[in-house]
């Protein structure tokens, strides 16, 4: 049973974004850091950004750095990836990540996952 679950994606030809959700139905997300992870087929998971619990710190993964965009809405429950100029190698499947006890977090042992959204990016 996934304590996460992650909405959004799809096919988009590059150049095109996306916006990714993570929601946790049962569960208040405003005391967990939160982080973004993505998954591509044969390789291993990869690090795409983390937020902290009040979202004022974020930190990215190189190869998206400058053009995704982590963000929260604590009243609403939900965390964002904003992805802006997909490019192809951004094709993965993305994983919503919660870490509880954490004001902030840039490990990889989360407490809570989700089971993913694929997200296509055609050239």
């Known amino acids: 049973q996934a304590h996460l679950v992650e909405s959004g994606g799809g096919l988009v030809q590059a150049g095109g974004s996306l916006r990714l959700s993570c929601a946790a139905p049962?569960?208040?997300?405003?005391?967990?850091?939160m982080g973004w992870f993505r998954q591509a087929p044969g390789k291993e998971r990869e690090f795409v950004a983390a937020i902290s619990a009040n979202g004022g710190s974020t930190l990215y993964g190189t190869s998206v750095k400058g053009r995704f965009t982590i963000s929260r809405d604590n009243a609403n429950n939900t965390v964002y990836l904003q992805m802006n100029s997909l490019k192809p190698e951004d094709t993965a499947v993305y994983y919503c990540a919660a870490k509880a006890g954490r004001s902030m977090y840039v490990g990889h042992e989360y407490d809570y996952w989700g089971q993913g959204t694929q997200v296509t990016v055609s050239s």
């Open positions: 049962g569960r208040t997300l405003s005391t967990y850091a």
